[in-house]
């Protein structure tokens, strides 16, 4: 094993954990998840986080998805988001 080994951020920046600083998010906030996420499972990872999140915000639960839903969903979602949120782009 070499002399260093890879860490997780939140262990060697505690205070960067998520849970810290999502109660203070006050810009609207898109969460996309993937129903069939291992990484972050919805009820043990990502419904915590909901949770803490103040609205304004929006969730979409892909199903079938694991943690990267597909880019022919997430793109389209995503830039609903953003057409709502910001204003639509005129792009002549």
Known sequence: ????????????????DNVNFAPYIDVPKLLLN????????WYTRALPLWNL???????????GAGHVPSVEER???I??????????????
């Open 1 to 16: 094993m070499p002399p260093w080994r890879i860490l997780p951020a939140d262990a060697l920046l505690p205070k960067a």
């Open 34 to 41: 993937g129903r069939n996420d291992e990484e972050h499972p």
């Open 53 to 63: 999140l103040r609205e304004p915000k929006e969730l979409i639960l892909v199903d």
């Open 75 to 77: 793109i389209p979602a």
């Open 79 to 92: 830039n609903d988001f953003l057409d709502r949120t910001l204003g639509r782009v005129n792009t002549r």
